[in-house]
């Protein structure tokens, strides 16, 4: 069976992810078999296995970073919020159903022995379990049937990493007070703590960690810096979306209030095109593109976008010429009319921007698949696209019928003239390059060499493991795993 080790956090975007992703790294470079955990995860951004099966992303960037193919046994259970009071529970990769918060709940204890299914499959085949956790292990009015932090690290017999996020302030409140109100065998358990996003001169805290260390009775087992590296942001306190200020190629992205999969636009960054994010009809400006991302509730989205005044905004700048791509939620928005006769998001129809000629109807079951696809022969802005392939993923639950002319050779996706849109989840990982390049065209900037995707990750992984490796105490967190709790 595996050796596990958890790493939990004194609070939300505290780094959990990346450091998670980096003990991957280092555990694989070492010559390990490692797999990454994460019992229950809150977000809106989610990933198709092969065998059709919905994830968080977070875990599939921790699988990339080990160097294996992502599998929903690392994430049994997705929360994908639908409103500020429930979410589509998603369980071993399927829909189990909307539920309230608070029936929620009071139903996860049912879910225990699913969660130790996974841990137990994933820990029989590999060498590491890199597990993380959720949020804070301390929030005492939720801890009740905990099975994403202290419980599960009970149910796995998992060492913990108590991980303090520096850069935010008061990192002795968040490290020291976080033990403060564990219980005792749940302080037994931690067995290091992690200072993490430090920027400065690392010997200015040599005073701050023996406070620690004698404080709390626990090592510190490294100061982690300040990483930049570009990799998949976990959810909506990703920095990449308080992005407000245009390059000198202008993207603007909506965002949406139900925003999801926002990662498919992070990769206009590699080529000096980071997207700015807009909320407001004042903010748009004129950009080079605009794209409509994809969202949970499409109809709501499609509300607050004509309640903003952004509806009548996109559309005049379509009409002025400025090119309009739309994915998933994007693309439903995009068309004439969105109808959810079946209640799955509430109920209602809702006209949509009316950019491209389809409409969407909502049904039960959900789309999950990956595809490889071609983009078509086209025409206008879009045909610096023409002949090159993609690939993604799409997961949906809204049937689109199009009277436009297809995206993509195997006819999905629609375009009219400079607006198009499809249902492909990474649809740009391939495609932002000919996108900058074509948007730089005679205006005197260049973009360079188109990197490889799939290589530019694997730069940015090892990145990520040389600085955490350099930071941690490797022979302490070797140590840590060998003798366990």
């Given at each position: 069976m595996a050796k596990p080790i958890m790493l939990q956090g004194t609070m939300s975007n505290a780094g959990k992810s990346l450091l998670t992703a980096a003990l991957c790294r280092v555990f694989r470079q070492d010559g390990h078999s490692v797999a990454p955990f994460k019992s229950q995860n809150m977000a809106l951004n989610s990933f198709v296995t092969r065998d059709g099966l919905e994830m968080g992303r977070a875990q599939v960037m921790q699988a990339e970073a080990a160097g294996i193919e992502p599998e929903a046994l690392m994430n049994p259970i997705l929360l994908k919020p639908t409103t500020d009071r429930g979410s589509q529970v998603i369980v071993n990769g399927r829909v189990r159903g909307d539920m309230r918060a608070a029936d929620y709940f009071k139903y996860k204890k049912d879910l225990i022995p699913e969660i130790t299914a996974a841990y137990n499959e994933l820990a029989r085949r590999f060498d590491i379990i890199v597990i993380e956790g959720a949020g804070s292990p301390v929030e005492l009015n939720l801890k009740a049937d905990d099975i994403v932090n202290m419980g599960l690290a009970r149910l796995t017999r998992s060492p913990v990493l108590l991980v303090g996020d520096i850069d935010r302030g008061g990192i002795f409140a968040q490290l020291l007070g976080t033990l403060m109100l564990l219980e005792p065998d749940e302080r037994a358990a931690v067995k290091g703590l992690i200072v993490n996003k430090f920027r400065g001169d690392r010997r200015l805290f040599d005073d701050g960690v023996k406070i620690l260390e004698r404080r709390s009775g626990k090592p510190v087992a490294g100061v982690v810096p300040y990483t930049d590296v570009d990799i998949d942001d976990e959810d909506s306190l990703s920095e990449r979306l308080e992005n407000k200020r245009a390059a000198a190629v202008?993207?603007?992205?909506?965002?949406?209030?139900?925003?999801?999969?926002?990662?498919?636009?992070?990769?206009?960054?590699?080529?000096?095109?980071?997207?700015?994010?807009?909320?407001?009809?004042?903010?748009?400006?004129?950009?080079?593109?605009?794209?409509?991302?994809?969202?949970?509730?499409?109809?709501?989205?499609?509300?607050?976008?004509?309640?903003?005044?952004?509806?009548?905004?996109?559309?005049?700048?379509?009409?002025?010429?400025?090119?309009?791509?739309?994915?998933?939620?994007?693309?439903?928005?995009?068309?004439?009319?969105?109808?959810?006769?079946?209640?799955?998001?509430?109920?209602?129809?809702?006209?949509?921007?009316?950019?491209?000629?389809?409409?969407?109807?909502?049904?039960?079951?959900?789309?999950?698949?990956?595809?490889?696809?071609?983009?078509?022969?086209?025409?206008?802005?879009?045909?610096?696209?023409?002949?090159?392939?993609?690939?993604?993923?799409?997961?949906?639950?809204?049937?689109?019928?199009?009277?436009?002319?297809?995206?993509?050779?195997?006819?999905?996706?629609?375009?009219?003239?400079?607006?198009?849109?499809?249902?492909?989840?990474?649809?740009?990982?391939?495609?932002?390059?000919?996108?900058?390049?074509?948007?730089?065209?005679?205006?005197?900037?260049?973009?360079?060499?188109?990197?490889?995707?799939?290589?530019?990750?694997?730069?940015?992984?090892?990145?990520?493991?040389?600085?955490?490796?350099?930071?941690?105490?490797?022979?302490?967190?070797?140590?840590?795993?060998?003798?366990?709790?």
């Open positions: 202008d993207i603007a992205a909506v965002r949406l209030p139900r925003i999801s999969n926002f990662t498919d636009l992070d990769a206009f960054a590699r080529y000096g095109a980071p997207v700015r994010y807009v909320s407001r009809a004042e903010e748009l400006g004129r950009p080079d593109l605009l794209i409509i991302p994809g969202t949970k509730s499409t109809l709501s989205d499609m509300r607050w976008l004509k309640e903003r005044g952004l509806a009548s905004a996109i559309n005049a700048l379509a009409a002025g010429g400025t090119p309009v791509f739309g994915i998933c939620g994007g693309y439903q928005i995009m068309g004439k009319k969105i109808s959810d006769r079946d209640g799955t998001e509430g109920g209602g129809q809702e006209w949509g921007l009316g950019l491209l000629d389809t409409e969407t109807v909502f049904r039960a079951e959900k789309t999950l698949t990956q595809k490889k696809v071609r983009f078509n022969g086209l025409e206008g802005f879009f045909s610096c696209l023409s002949g090159t392939e993609a690939r993604g993923y799409e997961i949906h639950m809204g049937e689109t019928v199009s009277r436009e002319r297809p995206l993509f050779e195997d006819g999905g996706g629609s375009i009219r003239g400079g607006a198009a849109g499809c249902y492909l989840h990474g649809v740009f990982d391939d495609a932002a390059g000919a996108i900058v390049r074509a948007l730089t065209d005679g205006r005197g900037l260049s973009v360079g060499e188109i990197p490889d995707a799939r290589a530019y990750k694997e730069l940015q992984y090892d990145k990520l493991a040389e600085t955490v490796r350099k930071s941690l105490d490797m022979e302490l967190i070797y140590k840590i795993l060998r003798e366990g709790i």
